[in-house]
């Protein structure tokens, strides 16, 4: 009851017209990037992040909802009209989704993604209200042991479970993790791989990389295919949304199982919300092929609602263990982290005790977000992919105006756009060798936290190994850890065998 | 975009599905002869640039006398042997299987005319110059006339082609973002020549 005394204040400070405006604008942008080819909800957090600097932390975290959420949206209503996802997360949207669209059921496509974002969202948020603080309670039992053993599931399930191939995952996550360490120690106070330079005292910005290695790196790519890719899709027309009584009883069960997916992946650090909307739309098409209706492949509604619940209960969800424990489960969690720091806040337990103010109004404005979205995204959904319209080279000279606009607005210096430069560059070069972004950032934002824990732990134990298996909580994680790699190989296995038969 | 394929293979989505455009073909590189497929390498090349890098960081870090073990160069010396240890396996990947990237489709003959290189390395060489010129000249003729430069450039590397009319619209964005965020948001954006150095 504690948790519902402190969300209605929450929502007290949220609903104050300005910071309702701040919701809205941020939903409003985070579409709009969101619906961009090529750049999702991510780059979305990424390229605001440095916008909000002239807010209150309130108002910026608030906005900060609007964006998050915003973007999931924008993804799905571009898999679903063009066949364009902005992120992974929303490939498992386009097999059904766009080809509901193709077969002139595009409003009710985005109706049904709508709805199930809605769902899915709406149930991750009453989950975070009641779970947030037990889990920040349950975080009292973590010492430097089992926190290194977080960090290092997150660190393999992303790079093995999430991508294509586990030594490009895991070479991804390294090059983050040797960003990460650039700087003066924060334990002995050696200076670390600067070069004697004073711009690298305090690290490379992560603002910096992840705009580079996200915005950057995109655009310097669309750069240099723009005269050999082009343009293929033509946008499909969409009408008013409106969903049949039929149509509402056939998605309501997909939205709900979706939901029930997607919520344990928020607190699993497997890399976000791929795993469970892939899982979500396996789960829908065996039900439809063991029910006899076999409409996959038609346009079937279960195959996008499931996904789309899964994807945002997923990422509602992931704000629990990030304001929780302070562990990013998804690279725009990571970049919220991010965020949170830039304000010289530190999510974990100590969040809720330190600025509940702030973590109270942001769990708020996910609710108000939500509902903005819905009302934004049910009936001018296809108006957002009329911005496809604007010319595609004014389009990303725009953003690229964006990006060196927010380094130059958090670091005033030269020095980071250098840097900016640089790692765009590195960013161009992952993705032309198809390397995975999101084990960088994840390396990249976990990296201190793992070496100062392992580094704490084997203080403590006098160079002991053994100390990392010593609690309960440790050998559990590693364990999961474990199956979740033993089901990803297996997985990979026979999804192998799978075109040959 | 492109990972569609890679996400199910059971459902490959065609380029150009739907759309009612004809694929001729698909764009055609020219051959390179061990390097077909091998241009990957680079990769492997940069991570052991870096560990390079590194290497000579732990040996030339200062540490100080008292500090508790295990220190600060423990955790980079795990990065160091990660970094050369996957850039070999990448590299010995890439040097059995190379790995093409999935071509374009044509949809004009001209797409279809043998091609140097995966990469435009001319509309790369806009795109990249524009940011250099945007570092160098920022502070001294200030955001407005830089950004629009930069806008202008990067328009050109994504195939616009009327200069007068792309500057004319960066700078257009570049004044009004300088209103919004130097003015309005009192964020620090050098003014340099337009206002004279002052505000």
Redesign the interface.
């Known amino acids: 009851m504690e948790s519902l005394t402190s969300l209605m204040e929450g929502f007290g400070s949220a609903l104050v017209p300005i910071n309702l405006l701040w919701v809205l604008l941020g939903c409003l942008l985070g579409t709009a990037v969101g619906v961009l080819?090529?750049l999702g909800s991510s780059m979305a957090v990424a390229l605001l992040l440095p916008m909000t600097?002239?807010l209150d932390p309130t108002g910026a975290f608030i906005m900060f909802a609007g964006v998050y959420f915003g973007g999931l949206f924008g993804d799905s209503t571009m898999a679903i009209l063009m066949?364009?996802?902005g992120q992974?997360s929303a490939?498992?949207s386009?097999?059904e989704g766009?080809r509901m669209a193709?077969t002139g059921r595009a409003p009710q496509a985005l109706a049904t993604a709508a709805i199930g974002a809605f769902i899915g969202g709406l149930t991750a948020s009453i989950l975070v209200v009641f779970l947030a603080p037990t889990l920040a309670n349950l975080s009292s039992y973590f010492g430097p042991a089992e926190y290194f053993a977080l960090a290092l599931f997150a660190f393999i399930a992303t790079s093995s479970v999430v991508a294509?191939s586990v030594?490009?995952g895991?070479?991804s996550l390294?090059?983050g993790?040797?960003v990460s360490?650039v700087g003066i120690?924060s334990?002995?106070?050696?200076?670390?791989?600067t070069?004697g330079l004073p711009e690298l005292f305090d690290g490379i910005s992560i603002v910096t990389v992840t705009v580079a290695v996200l915005a950057?790196g995109e655009?310097?790519r669309?750069?240099?295919?723009?005269?050999?890719?082009?343009d293929?899709?033509?946008i499909?027309a969409a009408g008013r949304p409106f969903l049949s009584r039929s149509e509402v009883r056939q998605a309501l069960p997909a939205w709900l199982r979706g939901t029930a997916i997607g919520l344990p992946f928020g607190v699993v650090p497997v890399g976000g919300s791929e795993v469970p909307t892939?899982m979500a739309y396996g789960l829908e098409k065996k039900i439809d092929a063991k029910t006899g209706r076999n409409q996959f492949?038609k346009g079937a509604i279960q195959g996008l609602a499931a996904p789309e619940a899964a994807g945002n209960a997923t990422t509602g969800m992931a704000m629990a263990s990030l304001l929780a424990l302070g562990l990013p489960i998804s690279g725009t969690a990571a970049i919220m982290l991010a965020a949170f720091k830039q304000y010289g806040l530190q999510p974990g337990p100590l969040l809720f005790d330190r600025a509940p103010e702030l973590v109270w109004g942001l769990l708020a404005s996910f609710f108000i977000a939500m509902i903005v979205l819905l009302i934004l995204n049910l009936p001018f959904a296809p108006l957002w992919a009329k911005l496809l319209l604007i010319?595609?080279?004014?389009l990303?000279?725009?953003i690229?105006?964006f990006c060196?606009?927010g380094i130059?607005?958090t670091s005033?210096s030269?020095f980071d756009?250098?840097m900016?430069?640089l790692i765009?560059?590195?960013g161009?070069?992952?993705r032309?060798?198809?390397?995975p972004i999101a084990p960088l950032m994840i390396g990249l934002v976990l990296g201190p936290l793992?070496?100062t824990s392992?580094?704490d732990a084997?203080?403590s134990s006098n160079?002991d190994l053994g100390v990392l298996v010593d609690s309960g909580i440790s050998i559990v994680l590693y364990l999961v850890l474990i199956a979740v790699i033993g089901f990803a190989v297996f997985a990979r296995l026979r999804?192998k065998k799978?075109?040959s038969s | 975009?492109n990972?569609?394929h890679?996400?199910?293979?059971?459902?490959p989505?065609q380029?150009?599905?739907?759309?009612?455009?004809e694929i001729l073909g698909y764009?055609n590189l020219r051959e390179r002869g061990w390097w077909t497929g091998r241009?990957?390498l680079?990769?492997p090349l940069?991570?052991a640039g870096?560990a390079v890098?590194?290497i000579i960081?732990q040996f030339t870090?200062?540490?100080?006398e008292d500090?508790?073990?295990?220190?600060?160069r423990?955790?980079?010396w795990i990065?160091i042997a990660?970094?050369l240890a996957?850039?070999a396996?990448?590299a010995v990947?890439i040097i059995r299987t190379p790995?093409l990237?999935d071509p374009?489709?044509a949809?004009?003959p001209s797409?279809l005319e043998e091609?140097a290189w995966?990469?435009?390395?001319k509309?790369?060489a806009?795109?990249?110059g524009?940011?250099?010129a945007?570092?160098v000249l920022?502070?001294p003729i200030g955001?407005i006339l830089s950004?629009a430069l930069?806008?202008?450039m990067?328009?050109?590397?994504?195939?616009?082609r009327r200069w007068l009319f792309?500057s004319m619209?960066?700078l257009l964005?570049?004044s009004s973002?300088y209103l919004v965020?130097a003015v309005v948001?009192?964020?620090?954006?050098p003014s340099g020549l337009v206002f004279a150095g002052g505000r």
Not at chain 1, 222 to 230: D, G, L, N, P, T
Not at chain 1, 432 to 435: L, T
Not at chain 2, 15 to 21: A, L
């Open positions: 080819p090529g600097f002239a066949n364009t996802p992974s490939i498992a386009t097999f766009h193709t294509d030594v490009k895991l070479a390294t090059l993790l040797a360490v120690d334990v002995s106070g050696a200076e670390r791989f070069a950057l655009i310097l669309v750069a240099s295919r723009a005269s050999r890719e082009r293929q899709f033509k499909l892939f492949g010319p595609k080279p004014y990303y000279a725009g690229t105006m060196v606009l130059w607005a005033n030269v756009l250098v900016l430069l765009g560059i590195l161009l070069v992952m032309r060798f198809d390397m793992a070496e392992l580094r084997l203080l160079g999804s799978q075109p | 975009m990972n569609i890679a996400a199910d293979p059971n459902h989505v380029p150009g599905e739907d759309t009612g455009v764009e241009a990957g680079v990769v940069i991570m870096i890098y590194m960081g870090m200062e540490v100080p500090v508790d073990m295990p220190g600060p423990f955790f980079p990065i990660a970094l996957l850039a396996i990448l990947d790995q990237p374009a489709p949809v004009e797409d091609r995966y990469t435009d390395w509309a790369l806009w795109a990249l524009g940011l250099v945007f570092i920022i502070v955001w950004a930069l806008f202008a990067t328009a050109h590397a994504i195939g616009s792309d619209i960066g964005l570049s973002i965020f948001l009192s964020v620090d954006l």
